[in-house]
T-cell receptor, first 116, second 113 residues
């Protein structure tokens, strides 16, 4: 059974702070790890990571994957109130043919609250 | 690209009734997925389609649940004889191909009373 564990479960910070969200996983035939941001409705895609050690950046957000230690981190610098959301981590696995299994396993999410 | 569209947004039904949800994926996306999310949890996989073929079903999908994608475009998810435990947000997602990330719709929130 694939497993994704996120920590912390919740985090409260003030605007301008930097936060680090953690995601550890256990999955057979790992294919990729994805980060999503969910603000009450649809999860919106942030990053897809497939290779270790390569940082992906988008504005104030960045993420990196460690396939040896089976974890990923999501960093948010200079946080803003608009960053308040649930951040979800998910893993995808490969099937016998090497393609995506088509089923993401999600963690419980980290609830981030940014106060002005 | 208008995003993934789901209808209805909310559905309240009495236990034992049947409900049907619709999902319109992003145009030309080949893969379509259904997930279920309960409060405080991440989404759980239910099933997915490659065009009109249903390729994978979770064991969460009991025989009261059925999903279709008859023409490889929109999809429907039907729950028969609803139970209170079916109350959840039902999310639909689509992707261009097997290597692309999923794009989610806003979901249908089901409340079974």
């Amino acid at each position: 059974e694939d497993k994704v564990v996120q920590s912390p479960l919740s985090l409260v910070v003030h605007e301008g702070d930097t936060v680090t969200l953690n995601c550890s996983y256990e999955v057979t035939n790992f294919r990729s790890l994805l980060w999503y941001k969910q603000e009450k409705k649809a999860p919106t895609f942030l990053f897809m990571l497939t290779s270790s050690g390569i940082e992906k950046k988008s504005g104030r957000l960045s993420s990196i994957l460690d396939k040896k230690e089976l974890f990923s981190i999501l960093n948010i610098t200079a946080t803003q109130t608009g960053d308040s959301a649930v951040y979800l981590c998910a893993v995808d696995r490969s099937n016998a043919g090497g393609t995506s299994y088509g089923k993401l396993t999600f963690g419980q999410g980290t609830i981030l609250t940014v106060h002005p | 690209d208008t995003g993934v569209s789901q209808n209805p947004r909310h559905k309240i039904t009495k236990r034992g009734q049947n409900v049907t949800f619709r999902c319109d994926p992003i145009s030309e996306h080949n893969r379509l997925y259904w997930y279920r999310q309960t409060l405080g949890q991440g989404p759980e996989f239910l099933t997915y389609f490659q065009n009109e073929a249903q390729l994978e079903k979770s064991r969460l999908l009991s025989d009261r649940f059925s999903a279709e994608r008859p023409k490889g475009s929109f999809s429907t998810l039907e729950i028969q004889r609803t139970e209170q435990g079916d109350s959840a947000m039902y999310l639909c997602a689509s992707s261009w191909d097997r290597d692309s990330p999923l794009h989610f719709g806003n979901g249908t929130r089901l409340t079974v009373t």
